[in-house]
């Protein structure tokens, strides 16, 4: 059997995976005391490009009440990978794959109280999650607040894959296979607080705080650390090496504002700490403005900062330097901003009087992240080892969707 | 160096302030609920002055499937993740 697969998971840390789930899960179900959602269905295109990586799919969304108290709902969504990105180019060789992940919810409604429950599968070839979400929602003091308290657990099993077929480093490799030596679990848990409380007629407030701890296998099996070495490029590549345990903490605030004209204006604020030694900041503001007949158009700012892990190095100064060893990007320092602007329109679908409202969505973000310590290690030969310029990413962001209300 | 002070993680225990925090939000739904049926609070913004938020445009997280999918987008390219917000004051699965 060759190398492995050369890859890199570009697009994600499979730690990362199932929150990644829980996240798209919650388009499925989003709880609400004393409300069951509405019965709708949505078809969306979605497209990120950046970073020499594509990732672009489906995702289809049915919700349906069953009598007045119970309220179904599923979600199919899909990643179509096509990575060469940076980390692919260094250490492995371009790839292409599929994710495909099913979602099934319940909402069930009595009284002020809503209980949601929800079973998540995803599927990739070396990377297979499992995910089951429990929450109960509460409206109280005259329904002025909303407080939700949740729950959630997930199962990974981690693989890694190989390439069958000797290829050039910088082909894509023609038969991938999973290396039989290597299956890794990883393991999940999640809670969170919500609360939502009217302030006035027009300010809405919103505040979350969530843990998490995840344990076992938490790094990425492609990507590698590097260290400094005599000849070549000035470094030698060596496997990363995390701990096994992670548990993180996030607090947000979220305030949303009715204005005179009719128009929205949010802001909202995120802390994040982890014990990789991760602080992160998320600042956002969002303005969304009805304008002639039918079209509503938002346009937003995002700003987020963060330091890196403690055990995270671009260039390690020489082998085995430390007990727990990363370089993915993920865990480097940086700042990004994210400009968006999206449009909608409401029509009507004359010949389906069950519709009781249609919307055409498309949306359009630009990503821009400056790392700070992150290096663009393919040009070691040109500048030193170490002494390479900082990375820098550009991403676009596009979605497209279509929902009906029936 | 920084590297070097990092501590081998227990590779087999979930952490103990993850169990406490998860007991100490049960503990405070109990005490809402028990609130919410022992006390009668007078609602200041009345149901028929909630005209303007119940407006779709301030809808919390907007269309969900796409606010979902820009925090998957975001979550997979960043080290911090959770407690980004739901519709009704959160989803049990942030």
Redesign the interface.
């Known amino acids: 059997m060759a190398a492995p697969r050369a890859g890199t998971r570009g697009?994600?840390?499979p730690a990362?995976l199932a929150?990644?789930l829980?996240?798209?899960?919650?388009?499925a179900?989003?709880?609400?005391?004393g409300?069951l959602p509405e019965d709708e269905a949505?078809v969306?295109y979605?497209s990120?490009s950046g970073g020499d990586i594509t990732v672009e799919g489906p995702?289809v969304?049915i919700r349906k009440k069953v009598g007045d108290n119970l309220s179904l709902t599923y979600?199919y969504y899909e990643d179509m990978i096509s990575s060469a990105s940076i980390d692919v180019k260094l250490s492995a060789s371009p790839y292409h794959e599929i994710r495909k992940q099913n979602t099934f919810g319940a909402d069930f409604l009595h009284g002020?109280t809503?209980y949601?429950v929800?079973y998540i599968h995803s599927r990739e070839p070396d990377y297979v999650a499992d995910t089951t979400?429990?929450?109960?929602?509460?409206d109280?003091?005259?329904?002025?607040t909303?407080?939700?308290?949740?729950?959630?657990r997930g199962w990974d099993n981690v693989y890694r894959d190989l390439c069958a077929a000797p290829h050039p480093t910088n082909e894509e490799c023609p038969a991938i296979i999973n290396d039989p030596t290597f299956h890794q679990r990883a393991d999940h848990?999640?809670?969170?607080?919500?609360?939502?409380q009217?302030l006035?007629?027009?300010l809405?407030a919103?505040l979350?705080?969530?843990?998490?701890?995840d344990?076992g296998y938490l790094a990425n099996p492609y990507r590698q650390i590097r260290y400094q070495s005599p000849g070549g490029p000035g470094f030698t590549l060596a496997p990363q090496v995390y701990?096994?345990?992670?548990?993180?903490n996030?607090?947000?605030v979220?305030l949303?504002y009715?204005l005179p004209w009719?128009?929205?204006l949010t802001g909202?604020y995120?802390f994040?700490h982890?014990?990789?030694g991760?602080t992160?900041s998320?600042l956002e503001t969002d303005y969304?403005l009805?304008a002639w007949k039918g079209w509503?158009f938002?346009g937003s700012v995002r700003y987020?900062t963060?330091t890196h892990?403690?055990?995270?190095?671009d260039l390690?100064p020489y082998a085995n330097?430390?007990?727990?060893?990363a370089r993915d990007?993920?865990?480097a320092a940086f700042d990004?901003w994210?400009l968006g602007v999206?449009a909608?329109y409401e029509f009507q679908v004359p010949q389906a009087p069950w519709i009781h409202k249609s919307t055409a969505?498309i949306?359009y973000?630009r990503?821009m992240?400056d790392y700070k310590d992150f290096r663009d290690a393919l040009l070691a030969a040109q500048y030193g080892a170490g002494n390479e310029p900082l990375y820098k990413?550009d991403a676009n962001?596009l979605?497209v969707?279509l929902?009906i209300w029936y | 160096m920084r590297v070097r002070q990092v501590r081998r993680a227990r590779q087999h225990e979930v952490e103990p302030g993850a169990r406490r925090c998860g007991a100490a939000l049960l503990a405070a739904l109990a005490l809402a609920a028990g609130l919410a049926g022992c006390t009668s609070v007078e609602p200041w913004v009345k149901p028929y002055e909630r005209e303007h938020l119940a407006d779709p445009i301030m809808a919390l997280r907007g269309e969900s499937i796409a606010a979902t999918y820009r925090d998957h987008v975001f979550e997979t390219r960043e080290g911090s993740h959770g407690a980004t917000g739901a519709v009704g004051g959160g989803c049990g699965c942030n």
């Open positions: 697009v994600r840390l990362l929150r990644t829980l996240a798209l899960g919650m388009a179900v989003p709880a609400l005391g409300v949505d969306m979605h990120y995702s969304l979600n002020k809503t949601s929800g979400y429990y929450s109960v929602s509460q109280m003091f005259g329904d002025l909303t407080i939700t308290l949740g729950y959630r848990w999640g809670y969170t607080f919500g609360l939502t009217i006035t007629r027009n809405l919103n979350n705080y969530e843990i998490d701890t344990q701990p096994g345990t992670r548990t993180s996030a607090a947000s979220l949303k009715y009719r128009a929205a909202s995120r994040y982890d014990t990789f991760i992160g998320t969304m009805p509503i938002d987020y963060q892990a403690s055990f995270y190095s390690f330097y430390s007990n727990f060893q990007r993920e865990l990004s994210t999206g909608s969505n949306r973000d990503m992240i990413l962001i979605e969707f929902s």
